[in-house]
């Protein structure tokens, strides 16, 4: 199940995917281009199945009601992948109440992976991926105001925040796993920086720019997704892994640095237990964890 597969780097993975075979289910907003990409999907590798799940991440009762339709339609998952997201957007809240960015890139990711793990569980080698940023490295988040933007707003800030708590809880969630004798594999990637829709909405400087040059001169979806692909769909990398291509912008993919921050462990489960109070859900592997 990949997120956000309609577009960019979503739709270079599930295309990945498809071509090996696999059944693909792509998690995305908008019906119409989930039914146009299922349609690309079939035609380009007719082996496996292509299925569609609407979810809505602004909203915290779209994930539930995916989670319920996920369960109902599969018994299993082999490979969750986090991809959607929103970059750089002018400021809003969403209808839970919580900044926009922080929603859609971190508490809804996160409420929608801690939903299936017992579905990922009944694989024999499942994977679950995060997808962050290079500018994780930019945030100094502190957990009791996660759910808030910055004051006052900059959407580059709000941005790096919701990376690096992707990264914190990556992390956190893999330590809590191998604690609980967990089969599952929890790891995180980044793309560098590819030519996507990402910063094309909004009203600021850079996403002007991002509009009008990113597709000129940024590395392809294609090029950015491999990193992405090779924590997803590869057991090269060990759970915990943060990968990312070898440069900064673009490069095969190696272990990524972390940021201190990001990879404190005490960081880690105050981010954690911070996003689950948010999204009032419990977390829950082969055995209940703390």
């Not at 295309?15 to 990409?37: F, M």
Request: net charge negative; glycine share 8%.
């Amino acid at each position: 199940m990949i997120t956000g597969a309609t577009s960019g780097l979503g739709q270079q993975l599930a295309s990945l995917a498809a071509l090996r075979g696999a059944d693909v289910i792509v998690a995305v907003r908008s019906p119409e281009r989930a039914e146009r990409t299922r349609l690309m999907l079939e035609d380009l590798a007719p082996r496996g199945t292509i299925s569609t799940v609407h979810l809505d991440l602004t909203s915290f009762d779209s994930v539930q009601a995916a989670l319920a339709e996920i369960h109902e339609r599969w018994d299993s998952l082999d490979v969750v992948v986090n991809n959607a997201g929103v970059m750089a957007i002018d400021e809003a809240l969403g209808p839970d109440g919580f900044d926009l960015t922080m929603t859609v890139n971190h508490l809804s990711a996160t409420l929608l992976s801690v939903g299936v793990i017992d579905l990922l569980e009944r694989s024999s080698a499942p994977r679950l991926t995060f997808t962050s940023s290079v500018v994780h490295w930019l945030s100094r988040l502190r957990p009791g105001l996660l759910g808030e933007a910055p004051s006052p707003y900059r959407r580059w800030v709000a941005y790096a925040r919701s990376k690096e708590a992707n990264l914190a809880t990556a992390l956190e969630l893999d330590r809590r796993a191998r604690d609980a004798n967990s089969p599952l594999t929890i790891l995180c990637a980044h793309p560098g920086v590819a030519a996507t829709h990402l910063g094309h909405e909004g009203h600021g400087l850079s996403n002007l720019v991002m509009r009008s040059l990113g597709p000129h001169l940024l590395p392809t979806a294609q090029q950015g997704a491999a990193s992405l692909a090779e924590a997803a769909f590869t057991d090269s990398y060990p759970g915990g892994s943060f990968v990312g291509p070898s440069g900064l912008f673009a490069g095969s993919p190696h272990r990524a640095r972390v940021s201190a921050y990001a990879a404190d462990p005490r960081h880690g489960r105050e981010v954690l237990d911070r996003t689950l109070a948010l999204i009032d859900a419990q977390l829950v592997f082969n055995l209940r964890t703390s």
